[in-house]
């Protein structure tokens, strides 16, 4: 019974952080966009453009902050997600499409903040990117062409532009369906587990009135 109530619990908890997850995913692609009006991805230019949205244009610091909190608020909820998921067994068959697309878009999430920290064109940003290429660049085999890939040669407005293009049209695309998708998978889920709770519980009432029924034949006899 205490295995049954935990797993409902779980079960429970999962289907609510998919919904979390599902609307923040929203908030930040949403804001996004608003951003994306304002947003120049040029070096030079980039700092000066978020700085205007947030100094000058109507509610301009409103969007951008609630951007950066449903970003990393995502990213942290889905890492809970996986864990509730793993303590209450979700890595089962049955849960097969939940748990793996709840561990894609803690990928997908991961990346989006990993491909936005030099869209600011800020001091942090630019040297923190700078030294993560270098790890980058020492993956064997494919690391120089990665390097070559986000770059484009040297940290200039080509990577911007590159980097914009994968975080605005490839991963948040990505992150929204596969959102969408998780969402989809716990309730079905959900649904699915608690139709074979009331069957079970069917099939158990069913059972003791045929034993109480068996009883009672034999007292009369």
């Not at 979390?20 to 908030?27: G, P, R």
């Not at 996004?32 to 991805?41: A, C, D, K, R, V």
Request: net charge neutral; no cysteine.
């Amino acid at each position: 019974m205490q295995n049954t109530e935990f797993d409902r619990v779980i079960r429970r908890i999962a289907t609510i952080l998919s919904v979390v997850i599902i609307t923040l995913s929203f908030i930040a692609a949403s804001t996004g966009i608003l951003l994306s009006f304002y947003y120049e991805p040029a070096a030079g230019r980039a700092y000066q453009s978020l700085k205007m949205i947030s100094e000058q244009v109507p509610y301009g610091w409103l969007f951008r902050k609630a951007h950066n909190i449903a970003g990393n608020a995502v990213i942290a909820i889905a890492l809970v997600q996986i864990v509730v998921m793993f303590l209450g067994r979700r890595y089962r068959k049955s849960w097969l499409a939940a748990w793996i697309s709840g561990i894609l878009f803690t990928l997908m999430a991961i990346g989006l903040s990993w491909t936005a920290m030099i869209l600011s064109w800020d001091q942090e940003g630019f040297w923190r990117f700078s030294i993560e290429l270098g790890t980058i660049e020492a993956i064997p085999l494919i690391g120089s062409q990665l390097r070559e890939i986000l770059t484009g040669g040297a940290i200039s407005t080509l990577t911007i532009q590159r980097l914009y293009t994968i975080h605005s049209y490839i991963l948040s695309l990505a992150a929204i369906i596969i959102s969408v998708v998780h969402l989809l998978s716990t309730l079905w889920q959900e649904k699915q587990m608690q139709r074979e709770e009331v069957n079970t519980e069917v099939s158990n009432s069913n059972s003791q009135q045929l034993i109480q029924g068996a009883g009672t034949s034999l007292a009369e006899s």
